[in-house]
């Protein structure tokens, strides 16, 4: 089955800072990736995706880039902001014998100091 | 549209005893996951619905088991509750369709404490 590795598991960064959470996975047949985001005391929210036959991809201060040689994917914050604050999930999709399965990385705490 | 909810949303059950859990999926959506959700674990797969039928299973004891119905709400169910179960679970629907993009919309999750 899939196996999907995320780091850092804490991240700390002062406000106006960049930062990147990465992570890798182990099936090749992984063809979608999300990104979720979870408040203090709140659900996971999908915050940015994509699929395997793109590279990069970038929403407003979030971009995630792809590479699918080395099965790695990232996610990069720039120019962070206290509401940036949370922690951020990683996920592949798998699709096994006609289903799909998602596998979620275990999640990096980013902290962004004022 | 309505989101996806679960309930409760807040549980306290003693060792030993066993509790079931709703979630109900947005209309339409007939893929229905669970996770267990600890500090330090993440997101732990549980198992997965489509179709009134279970098609995914994570790593857990058999304590552990669901059901989905055919209005696509889902219920799981820990038998014999342990200490270490004290977690959030959270339940996530989807479409599920093979050829879009379908997106998993998270349930504010039930917070299961055991004593």
């Known amino acids: 089955g899939e196996n999907v590795e995320q780091h850092p598991s804490t991240l700390s960064v002062q406000e106006g800072d960049s930062a990147v959470i990465k992570c890798t996975y182990s099936?090749?047949?992984?063809?979608?990736f999300p990104w979720y985001k979870q408040e203090l005391g709140k659900r996971p929210q999908l915050i940015i995706d994509?699929?395997?036959?793109?590279g990069e991809k970038k929403d407003q201060r979030i971009a995630v880039t792809l590479n699918k040689t080395a099965k790695h994917f990232s996610l990069h914050i720039t120019e962070t902001q206290p509401e940036d604050s949370a922690v951020y999930f990683c996920?592949?999709?798998?699709?096994?014998?006609?289903?799909?399965?998602?596998?979620f990385g275990t999640g990096t705490k980013l902290q962004v100091i004022p | 549209k309505a989101g996806v909810t679960q309930t409760p949303r807040y549980l306290i059950k003693t060792r030993g005893q066993q509790v079931t859990l709703s979630c109900s999926p947005i209309?339409?959506?007939?893929?229905v996951s669970w996770y267990q959700q600890t500090p330090g674990q993440g997101l732990q797969f549980l198992f997965e619905?489509?179709?009134?039928?279970?098609?995914n299973k994570g790593n857990f004891p058999g304590r552990f088991s669901g059901r989905q119905f055919s209005n696509s709400r889902s219920e799981m169910n820990v038998s014999t509750l342990e200490l270490g179960d004290s977690a959030l679970y959270l339940c996530?629907?989807?479409?599920?369709?093979?050829?879009?993009?379908?997106?998993?919309?998270f349930g504010q999750g039930t917070r299961l404490t055991v004593v």
């Open positions: 619905y489509f179709s009134e039928t279970q098609r």
């Open positions: 209309s339409g959506h007939r893929s």
């Open positions: 994509i699929r395997s036959n793109v």
């Open positions: 099936d090749s047949a992984s063809n979608y």
């Open positions: 996920a592949a999709r798998l699709n096994s014998g006609g289903y799909q399965k998602v596998t």
């Open positions: 996530a629907s989807s479409l599920a369709r093979r050829d879009k993009n379908t997106e998993a919309f």
